[in-house]
């Protein structure tokens, strides 16, 4: 079977994967391997049923999502106008009709805080790229008024409203009797459909997570998400023939290489966010968190681990001169368009030669781009006319590729290869396709269980990998978050390290196997959210 041919077979019948570099069917990795998908929509995973039982009700989500961002929206306007002025009526209108859609369709509804999340009756929000700045300051505007719930009770009129949002901003920060001012305050105004509660603090809740993790797991997540709309800014402004700053995506990569150097696992636990939500810029991303932690571990300087990591982000770059119905082909790629796909490393180069701040770029990252699907054997793409060898950074970087490209769904393959057996056809291909040192690198790296991987334990207990043991005798024995519901169904979430042993020096806990996340409706991702 010729290349084209088995990929083309590989992409319609969504059996194979094959690597974007390689045209070789691997019986793995799918065949555009990192496609930047311009619809992050399209390539979500459908759960088989339903509503899965972690669950969320999509149209729920979306209207919550929708709140989230009126109620921000509103919260900011009426901070810079009084509420009279006109300016206000469109965003109050709009968190109206929001308000009032839910109301209709669940006749009453509850926002309210838990820990740093926010649930809508009991259903927790999650959140996308954009809605991430709209999450995080309602959050902390709530928090520091001491509010943790708004209830609404009946249909709500304009006028309500509006006097809602100016008693709301006017609340001291901190004060506890807060929630029963609001309520007095509404209700002297005969507004008896809006119910407010205090914030709950949760004592002694999830001890596992210490507070300093905390923040530093808040710090990453601010930064990935701040990458993911750098990387998607940077893609547009170059679509539309615009400036793109570069010297943000440094200044971003410095920040990630310092949370890199203190602890690999948190940020290589945002790489599990992929499998949702928005998707389109991840990629990059994910690739670029990839690259920093094999580049930790190779000894890099804090300057060569920048240039890697603006490297990895712009690595696809040249795919922003590629068209989106190519990009997003859910069938077979004609040849004219497979040759088109494969000058993206080269229309990369072209890109980055070109940006304004070229100062930035030095040759090493250049080449990176070039090689990124060259393989060792030289039998990627671009076809060269004198061997050469693969630079160090193409060679990290089309490692970290590949699996990221993997264990994503796609348009023509939504569910992806579990990380495990990624890492399986990955080691199969190791001397043609990758460099087998790097491989072993970052095999140690994400563990002989891959960080994400959902498994069994002989406890009969399910969890999520969540972090490696240091220890390279240790591979197999990773810290692991616990999923399985307590008596109230909610999930454990208790933190096991499986080098623990029992009094008898046995072991207390073991991995038995790997399960699919798929299969058992789980969501990893909200694991590492
Ligand atoms: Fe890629
Ligand atoms: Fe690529």
Redesign the pocket.
């Known amino acids: 079977m010729c290349h084209k041919h088995a990929e083309n077979v590989a992409r319609l019948e969504n059996k194979g994967f094959y690597q974007?570099g390689s045209r070789i069917l691997l019986r793995g990795p799918d065949p555009k391997?990192?496609k930047?998908e311009s619809s992050p929509s399209a390539t979500q995973p459908k759960p088989a049923s339903p509503k899965p039982p972690d669950g969320m009700d999509s149209e729920l989500s979306k209207l919550g999502n929708n709140l989230v961002t009126k109620f921000h929206v509103l919260m900011r306007i009426s901070q810079i106008y009084d509420s009279k002025n006109v300016a206000l009526n469109q965003f109050v209108q709009e968190f109206l009709d929001t308000i009032n859609t839910l109301i209709k369709r669940e006749g009453i509804f509850s926002l309210k805080i838990r820990k740093d999340d926010f649930f809508l009756n009991d259903q927790r929000l999650r959140y996308s790229v954009e809605g991430f700045t709209s999450f995080k300051y309602l959050l902390t505007q709530w928090k520091k008024r001491l509010i943790g719930e708004v209830i609404f009770k009946t249909l709500m009129e304009e006028e309500w409203l509006r006097y809602f949002i100016y008693t709301f901003i006017n609340l001291e920060e901190g004060r506890e009797e807060n929630a029963d001012l609001l309520v007095r305050q509404l209700t002297s105004h005969n507004i008896t459909s809006v119910e407010v509660n205090p914030l709950e603090v949760i004592e002694g809740e999830e001890e596992a997570f210490t507070a300093q993790k905390e923040d530093e797991r808040e710090v990453a997540k601010r930064i990935f998400f701040e990458t993911v709309g750098t990387i998607k800014e940077v893609i547009t402004n170059i679509k539309g023939k615009q400036h793109a700053d570069v010297r943000k995506l440094k200044r971003l990569a410095q920040k990630a290489i310092h949370l890199v150097i203190e602890d690999e696992s948190i940020l290589l636990g945002m790489t599990m966010i992929k499998n949702y939500d928005e998707y389109t810029f991840n990629?990059?991303v994910n690739?670029s968190i990839y690259s920093l932690a094999i580049g930790k571990r190779l000894g890099f300087s804090k300057k060569t681990l920048t240039e890697l990591g603006i490297t990895a982000l712009l690595?696809?770059i040249g795919k922003s001169k590629i068209p989106r119905e190519v990009l997003n082909k859910p069938a077979a790629l004609n040849d004219e368009e497979w040759e088109m796909m494969k000058r993206h490393p080269l229309m990369g180069v072209e890109v980055v030669l070109n940006l304004k701040q070229l100062g930035e770029i030095n040759p090493r990252m250049v080449v990176g781009i070039f090689d990124?699907h060259l393989m060792p054997d030289l039998s990627g793409y671009p076809k060269l006319f004198r061997k050469k060898e693969v630079s160090l950074f193409g060679r990290i970087?089309q490692i970290s590729?590949a699996y990221?490209?993997m264990t994503t769904p796609r348009i023509y393959k939504k569910i992806p290869y579990t990380p495990e057996q990624a890492l399986a056809l990955m080691l199969r291909e190791k001397t043609s396709h990758f460099d087998p040192l790097l491989l072993k690198i970052f095999i140690g790296l994400v563990g002989v269980y891959p960080i994400g991987s959902l498994v069994l334990l002989n406890t009969r207990e399910i969890g999520i990998v969540y972090k490696t043991n240091p220890e390279s005798t240790w591979l197999d024995r990773p810290i692991v978050l616990l999923v399985d519901r307590d008596e109230e169904g909610h999930p454990k979430k208790e933190l096991v390290d499986l080098t623990e042993t029992d009094g008898g020096g046995s072991y207390k806990r073991s991995i038995v196997k790997t399960l699919d996340p798929y299969k058992y409706h789980i969501d990893i991702a909200k694991y590492f959210l």
């Open positions: 974007e391997g990192d930047m990629h990059s690739v690595h696809d990124h970087i590729d990221d490209a």
